[in-house]
Each structure stands twice: as structure tokens, then as C-alpha cells.
């Protein structure tokens, strides 16, 4: 079963425009990760918070992270055309394997 | 350094019939996955090796899905027969040890498997 769930599940911004997406998840977890799909290929790692961490940033992107919600947020500033995929949260619950959610399509309009 | 390597990248079979998939993870990860991921829907874990042993297919349908890692190093992922609802792509995932690098998975481009 999916341990995450994405809001909204699809989301249509326009370029320069910043762009939020939620994940909430079940269980306990040792980290939550980010992963983005663009059409037709495989995921990529965006970024990764342990569970004693609240909020992080990697250039465009910052994520936060509330375990007494069991919740977590993607923020993407200034989104480009570029960032048009879909964003997966996955958490680790320390088996090593993730656990994806159903994900949310970000369409970014030039 | 080079990615996870798939292959073949698209599929389509008959239902009923077989089909394998394979991969070939980065140089010196020991962690292997092998997830599904049906339109739609973020992947799902089919099976987990650590080198050339399973640490985890409880979600492997077993009566027609199989996986090996001979060597610990490429893996194979068999379906025998298949069925319509076999219909995904399939994704490949490595990871190095805890010691060695991050806790981020590496993901090949995936085998679009349509079965008719």
C-alpha cells in the first residue's frame, strides 16, 4: 500500500510563480525523501530530511517536515518550465526501501 | 560515473506470455531494487537484494513473478505468465551502503512492459 499521500494531485502554475506541494505518510520514519519524474524516465533525487529535521533548502527548493502531523511540504520558488514532472515524496523507515506516494504533476506554463 | 542501466526499454507481449527484464546497477552499490509503477501511482516495491541475496519480496507475486542477482551485481526480473494488469513500467533502483554514500536511491529509465 502507499505509505504517502500527495495534494493536490496535479497542479498548474504559471512560470515565476511558486509552486507547493504536501505529502502525508502513516508510519514512523528514519528520513523523507523527494523524487521527480519527468514524463517517460526514471525518478530523480531531489532532496532528503531526517526525521529530527524541520525544514531544509537546496537552491530553488525547501522542504519541511512535521512528524507530529506526519507530514511534509515541497516548496519550488520561481518555478520554470523546466520544473514541468511529477514530484514524488518516499519515506524510509529504516528497512532501506522506500515507500512512495501517489504523487502530484506539476505543470509549469511558459 | 554511469547510471543504472535497463534494458529493453519498451515491451509488448501477448497475455500469457513471458517476458524478462534486465538491469545493471552503478559500479559498487550493493542494494538493488526492482519496483512497478502502474500509470498513475508512484512505484511500488517488488523486490529488494543486498548483493546477491533478498532482504525483502513480500510484495512479489510469487506464482508468476521472479528476480535474481546472480554475482551481486546485474539482476533479471521475470514474469511468467503475464497479465493484463502486468501493464507498467518497471524500475530499477540502486543504492550504496550507509558507509560508503547517502540513503537516496538511483533509478535506471525504467521498461515500459504492455501486455495485450
Known amino acids: 500500500s502507499q505509505q504517502g499521500e500527495e495534494d493536490p494531485q496535479a497542479l498548474s502554475i504559471q512560470e515565476g510563480e511558486n509552486a507547493t506541494m504536501n505529502c502525508s505518510y502513516k508510519t514512523s520514519i528514519n528520513n523523507l525523501q523527494w523524487y521527480r519524474q519527468n514524463s517517460g524516465r526514471g525518478l530523480v533525487h531531489l532532496i532528503l530530511i531526517r526525521s529530527n529535521e524541520r525544514e531544509k533548502h537546496s537552491g530553488r527548493l525547501r522542504v519541511t517536515l512535521d512528524t507530529s502531523k506526519k507530514s511534509s511540504s515541497l516548496l519550488i520558488t520561481a518555478s520554470r518550465a523546466a520544473d514541468t514532472a511529477s514530484y514524488f515524496c518516499?519515506?524510509?523507515?529504516?528497512?532501506?526501501?522506500?515507500?512512495f506516494g501517489s504523487g502530484t504533476r506539476l505543470q509549469v506554463q511558459p | 560515473e554511469a547510471g543504472v542501466a535497463q534494458s529493453p526499454r519498451y515491451k509488448i507481449i501477448e497475455k500469457r506470455q513471458s517476458v524478462a527484464f534486465w538491469c545493471n546497477p552503478i559500479?559498487?552499490?550493493?542494494?538493488l531494487y526492482w519496483y512497478q509503477q502502474i500509470l498513475g501511482q508512484g512505484p511500488k516495491l517488488l523486490i529488494q537484494f543486498q548483493n546477491n541475496g533478498v532482504v525483502d519480496d513480500s510484495q512479489l507475486p510469487k506464482d508468476r513473478f521472479s528476480a535474481e542477482r546472480l554475482k551481486g551485481v546485474d539482476s533479471t526480473l521475470k514474469i511468467q505468465p503475464a497479465k493484463l494488469e502486468d501493464s507498467a513500467v518497471y524500475l530499477c533502483?540502486?543504492?550504496?551502503?550507509?558507509?560508503?554514500?547517502?540513503?537516496?536511491?538511483?533509478f535506471g529509465p525504467g521498461t515500459r512492459l504492455t501486455v495485450l
Open positions: 559500479s559498487g552499490h550493493a542494494t
Open positions: 533502483a540502486s543504492r550504496p551502503d550507509p558507509g560508503q554514500g547517502g540513503n537516496e536511491q538511483f
Open positions: 518516499a519515506t524510509d523507515t529504516g528497512r532501506r526501501a522506500l515507500t
